[in-house]
């Protein structure tokens, strides 16, 4: 029940980073399809909006995360270790993005919403945000469960088949909707 949860809640939250991508371009009047690993514009769109739809990625990641972790502070919502734990892989994952390759996501993403946000377009301003929410997600977690270093093993395991299933994930998405979505383009 734990690891099913767990893996829904990663999932659904990637799928709202994809949705948060599209809103602008809808917004816009433009033609965009979310997956649950990629958002796919079907016609182009200006460059300037270009920064507005990666931030709207980041802003659905941000809300994401940081709503499951509010919910998790607060009893009453019911939200266990296993949900926070699932919203907080995409900031866990761009902060090891981060830290090992230098940038939290492929492509141009976090430099486009930097610019959208009037940060400099070369700077690390999304990829801190990320690094900020997954460790308060981290230490919030460990404040209020108080854990022992028997789960060390389990957060191995954890850590490697979540890596495994984010990867399997994208390319799953990728082989299923790039035929349907980019054949046209």
């Known amino acids: 029940k734990d690891w099913s949860l767990y893996f829904m809640t990663v999932v659904v939250g990637f799928y709202v980073h994809e949705i948060g991508h599209c809103i602008p371009a809808w917004f816009y009047g433009y033609t965009a399809v979310p997956t649950p690993a990629k958002e796919y514009l079907l016609e182009a769109v200006p460059p300037n909006l270009i920064n507005t739809i990666s931030l709207g990625g980041i ?27 699932g919203a907080m892989v995409p900031p866990g994952i761009y902060t090891m993005r981060f830290i090992l390759q230098g940038r939290g996501h492929d492509a141009t993403e976090f430099q486009e919403a930097q610019s959208s946000m009037g940060f400099s377009y070369s700077g ?10 997954f460790a308060s997600g981290v230490v919030i977690w460990i404040l209020k469960s108080k854990p022992d ?36 383009m």
């Open 59 to 85: 802003i659905g990641s941000v809300l994401f995360s940081l709503s499951i972790l509010l919910f998790y502070t607060n009893k009453k919502f019911g939200i266990g270790s296993s949900m926070l734990a």
């Open 124 to 133: 690390h301003a999304v990829d801190w945000i990320f690094l900020v929410i």
């Open 149 to 184: 270093f028997a789960i060390v093993r389990r957060w191995a395991i954890g850590f490697i088949v979540t890596i495994c299933f984010v990867i399997f994930f994208q390319k799953f998405n990728n082989l299923i909707f790039d035929p349907i979505f980019q054949s046209g």
